[in-house]
């Protein structure tokens, strides 16, 4: 997950690569289609013809904005659907920016809640947390890194009717976008079982999502304690472990599961480790995932 601390300290720095536009909107898309098919939400994508496809800017924020509004939307609609719309937004006198706008006919955002919806732990009012979960950090990182891109984002909604939540940020043309071929896109993820160890909801989703789209097998838990007693059932290629989680903690599970033994090689845990990941590696070589860092946004 994005560290929230560390934008507001201004410690993060935005890549500048070349970029498919819409295999990027359609990929997005694409990791949240089974979530959104589960739940009888149609998603449906329009990308303006005159939009320039070959575009340069920081491709891993703009999936990580992306993901968290799609995923939003997704969440709060039981009937209809979501769209995702890109156009070219044409300031007064500014560059020409791309404008993002995710809309849903979801439950809508009363009116006295929407100035507020972009900080920090803020949700429309308590039964939204309730009932949906999150922490109330996802939109407010969203507009962080929007401004960041020194774009602008907003929202518009109205209860029982839906919301869209819109993002313009300036993108410029690339000389030439690289068309990845078959090989390039394989990740050869094996037979690799991997426990997912996460307290919220939408989060469990979105990494499951990501996670299975490459091939990984993935069991999910709610707390620490649960991952302790998975794990002496069933041995896991890798352990991906929250912190903080009702019950018990990631940390003291982590403590308890590596004191379990396993006989997985030191050398690979060392590995592993940087990328954040918790290893319980069974006596057989790591598959390559298994050092990938793994960043999700969830509300």
């Given at each position: 997950m994005l560290d929230f601390s560390k934008l507001e300290?201004?410690?993060?720095?935005?890549?500048?690569?070349?970029?498919?536009?819409?295999?990027?909107?359609?990929?997005?898309?694409?990791?949240?289609?089974?979530?959104?098919?589960?739940?009888?939400?149609?998603?449906?994508?329009?990308?303006?013809?005159?939009?320039?496809?070959?575009?340069?800017?920081?491709?891993?924020?703009?999936?990580?904005?992306?993901?968290?509004?799609?995923?939003?939307?997704?969440?709060?609609?039981?009937?209809?659907?979501?769209?995702?719309?890109?156009?070219?937004?044409?300031?007064?006198?500014?560059?020409?920016?791309?404008?993002?706008?995710?809309?849903?006919?979801?439950?809508?955002?009363?009116?006295?809640?929407?100035?507020?919806?972009?900080?920090?732990?803020?949700?429309?009012?308590?039964?939204?947390?309730?009932e949906f979960g999150g922490t109330g950090l996802g939109?407010?990182?969203?507009?962080?890194?929007?401004?960041?891109?020194?774009?602008?984002?907003?929202?518009?909604?109205?209860?029982?009717?839906?919301?869209?939540?819109?993002?313009?940020?300036?993108?410029?043309?690339?000389?030439?976008?690289?068309?990845?071929?078959?090989?390039?896109?394989?990740?050869?993820?094996?037979?690799?079982?991997?426990?997912?160890?996460?307290?919220?909801?939408?989060?469990?989703?979105?990494?499951?999502?990501?996670?299975?789209?490459?091939g990984v097998e993935v069991d999910i838990v709610s707390?620490?304690?649960?991952?302790?007693?998975?794990?002496?059932?069933?041995?896991?290629?890798?352990?991906?472990?929250?912190?903080?989680?009702?019950?018990?903690?990631?940390?003291?599970?982590?403590?308890?599961?590596?004191?379990?033994?396993?006989?997985?090689?030191?050398?690979?845990?060392?590995?592993?480790?940087?990328?954040?990941?918790?290893?319980?590696?069974?006596?057989?070589?790591?598959?390559?995932?298994?050092?990938?860092?793994?960043?999700?946004?969830?509300?």
């Amino acid at each position: 997950m994005l560290d929230f601390s560390k934008l507001e300290e201004g410690a993060v720095e935005l890549e500048s690569e070349p970029f498919g536009l819409r295999k990027l909107v359609e990929d997005t898309v694409a990791l949240l289609a089974d979530q959104a098919e589960r739940k009888g939400v149609g998603l449906a994508i329009f990308v303006d013809d005159g939009l320039c496809d070959g575009l340069r800017g920081d491709t891993g924020r703009l999936r990580q904005i992306l993901l968290n509004l799609i995923c939003n939307a997704v969440k709060f609609t039981n009937h209809g659907g979501v769209t995702i719309r890109v156009s070219e937004d044409v300031g007064a006198g500014g560059p020409p920016q791309v404008r993002f706008a995710i809309s849903d006919t979801g439950i809508g955002i009363p009116d006295a809640a929407l100035d507020q919806m972009f900080q920090r732990f803020v949700q429309a009012d308590g039964s939204v947390s309730r009932e949906f979960g999150g922490t109330g950090l996802g939109l407010a990182i969203c507009r962080r890194l929007v401004e960041l891109m020194g774009g602008e984002i907003g929202v518009e909604s109205r209860v029982g009717s839906g919301s869209t939540f819109w993002f313009s940020v300036a993108l410029a043309p690339a000389a030439h976008v690289e068309q990845p071929g078959a090989e390039d896109l394989a990740i050869d993820a094996g037979a690799v079982r991997l426990l997912l160890v996460e307290d919220t909801e939408a989060n469990q989703e979105l990494v499951s999502t990501i996670l299975r789209s490459v091939g990984v097998e993935v069991d999910i838990v709610s707390n620490g304690a649960e991952a302790v007693e998975a794990v002496q059932v069933c041995a896991y290629d890798l352990v991906l472990m929250d912190v903080h989680m009702p019950v018990m903690g990631g940390v003291q599970a982590t403590q308890i599961i590596r004191s379990l033994g396993g006989g997985g090689s030191r050398r690979r845990a060392r590995a592993a480790r940087p990328a954040g990941l918790n290893p319980r590696f069974r006596n057989r070589p790591s598959p390559p995932i298994a050092t990938a860092p793994v960043r999700t946004v969830g509300t």
